[in-house]
């Protein structure tokens, strides 16, 4: 399946080795990002490092094996659809992750993020339904 996975899913994976970090290294996923979602996440460095417990170095080798299975999408290749996004949700930060969904003909969104559901064009998946998919 091809999924577009949130910046929170990648923060959670990051900050606990739990069932968010379990499915990103599934291969029942192809994973994809939007390129802000990297950006966002060196913004909260310090704050993940803590709530992690790990050394800037291990959070950083973390994250490098995380995006060995997570692809970033650069902005250009889903920028034509970020206007019809932002249409669709309230929350304009959330507007990469839809467009990027609609520039791949994802099959969905992983999410807990409950303003994606203001949108019907592109299924929503939460961690629940993964695993549901894992067990499957």
């Not at 291969?27 to 050394?55: G, R, S, Y």
């Amino acid at each position: 399946m091809k999924i577009v996975i949130d910046t929170n899913k990648i923060m959670a994976s990051l900050i606990r080795d739990g069932l968010s970090r379990a499915l990103i290294f599934s291969d029942n996923f192809q994973f994809f990002t939007p390129e802000q979602a990297l950006v966002e996440i060196e913004k909260h460095e310090k704050e993940l490092c803590l709530k992690a417990n790990l050394t800037v170095y291990n959070f950083k080798l973390l994250l490098s094996f995380l995006f060995e299975r997570i692809n970033i999408v650069p902005k250009g290749e889903y920028e034509k659809f970020l206007e019809e996004s932002l249409k669709l949700l309230s929350d304009k930060d959330d507007a990469p992750f839809l467009a990027l969904a609609f520039a791949l003909s994802a099959d969905g969104i992983w999410t807990d993020d409950g303003g994606f559901m203001e949108q019907n064009k592109v299924s929503i998946f939460t961690t629940k339904y993964m695993l549901d998919d894992v067990n499957k």
